[in-house]
């Protein structure tokens, strides 16, 4: 019973980090949209954190390059758990049009696990949302 | 007896203060949803945040001192929860003697609680947010103290009790101009206690990613935000009982209440945060010569 609060406390407060490694900041500013009067994710509960050990949500951006491969591995490590990872864009879900190029480290879900994938070069703030819901029926 | 006096006193400060609390971070949140013509979060979001806070893995960080990082948050929600049960002591029950003095002091011990949990935490940031919030708590507790004289003056008691019965049988302290500058310079002080937007340096989400609290997960961040929350709604009821005469009229108290509360979050959404040396400057400036000038003007019987 106390778990089951916890899980539903958990699905209507998700604090989420937004990491970009290096992306075009396409991305970004449609994660930033999100946020505006139009969608208003906070309705759901939805804030963005300062601090990866605020965060219950890491969202990448951007390929997962060479340089930025241990920095990854180490955030998702310091994320308290229970956390889960989305991958947002084209780049961080399969490595894009970069994915033959010399800083290509292979794509996010060969380094850490993934729980959401949202495809799009930019995804729009409804795809996002959209992909956030299919997140919230996972967490049981 | 007298133990079990204080420890319901404790309790029932705890959860009346921090049900208020919570109640008030919301309608924080949601004026300043509505401020930004958003909609913003249901009336349980700050329940579910505390509640999903409770249940994460606890991460402390290698480089930290564990005893001091776990402690910080306990000491803080401990010594808020006594602020408040001494507010309800003084006001309903039996006063304590010198009790303002007794409150002034024990709400310093958040801002130092904070300081505590940032040098414990091992981050630079975190002892940069540290930093910061001593230099805060130098700025704003002159002024604050200056402005809270006012009232002292006046009546010629330093209890909070003496205060209330002198104001229903004189008139709010805020209608006096003394009153109204010494009430304008203490706001703003709050604001610095309560570590709101212009502020907000020790934990400047945007430039060193929370601060102070950077470290913090789970129930220690948890408790950090009980903390808060019931500093808000200590720190208002303070304002109220001690300016305006107090809740005596239960539809009025919660109106001065509100309207304290709108105030304060008016004062952060529309002002950018200041550097440190902008804030020292604007209170041991601009606040605290009002604050002379009001006390000046209590001396004077206005």
Known sequence: MALDLKTKALKKSLSVFHLSTGSCNNCDIEILDCLTPRFDIERFGMTLAGSIKHADVLLVTGIVTVKNLSRIKVLYQQMPKPGFVVAIGGCACTGGIFRDGYQMAGPLDRVIPVDVYIPGCPPKPEAMIAGIVKLLEKIK | ?302
Do not use: H
Request: zero cysteines; aromatic letters at 14%; proline letters at 4%.
């Open chain 2, 1 to 302: 007896m007298e133990i079990l006096r204080i420890f319901s006193l404790f309790v029932m400060g705890f959860i009346s203060f921090s049900i208020i609390g919570i109640m008030s971070g919301w309608l924080d949140r949601k004026i300043t949803a509505r401020l930004q013509w958003r909609v913003g979060p249901p009336w349980w979001q700050n329940f579910a945040d505390f509640i999903k806070l409770t249940g994460k893995e606890t991460v402390i960080p290698e480089g930290a001192n564990q005893f001091l990082f776990l402690l910080a948050p306990v000491v803080g929600v401990f010594a808020v929860t006594v602020t408040g049960a001494i507010l309800l002591s003084s006001v309903f029950f039996n006063p304590i003697r010198w009790d303002l003095f007794i409150f002034i002091y024990l709400l310093m011990i958040p801002s130092v609680v904070i300081f505590l949990a940032g040098s414990s935490s091992g981050n630079v940031l975190a002892s940069i947010g540290a930093g910061r919030e001593l230099r805060l708590l130098l700025s704003y507790e002159l002024p604050f103290i200056i402005a809270l004289l006012v009232p002292v003056i006046k009546s010629g008691s330093a209890q909070i009790q003496q205060i209330l019965v002198y104001q229903l049988e004189n008139g709010a302290n805020i209608g006096y101009v003394s009153g109204t500058i010494a009430f304008i310079v203490a706001l703003l002080a709050f604001q610095g206690k309560l570590g709101y937007v212009p502020f907000d340096v020790s934990e400047a989400e945007t430039e060193i990613a929370a601060g102070t609290f950077i470290e913090y997960s789970g129930f220690p961040l948890a408790l950090f935000k009980l903390m808060r929350w019931i500093l808000l709604s200590v720190g208002i009821s303070f304002l109220v009982i001690y300016f305006m005469a107090g809740f005596r009229n239960a539809v009025a108290g919660a109106l001065k209440y509100v309207g304290i509360l709108i105030l304060i979050v008016l004062i952060k959404n529309t002002n950018p945060r200041l550097r440190t040396d902008q804030i020292l400057k604007f209170s041991w400036g601009w606040l605290t010569m009002f604050g002379f000038v009001a006390v000046i003007f209590a001396l004077m019987g206005y």
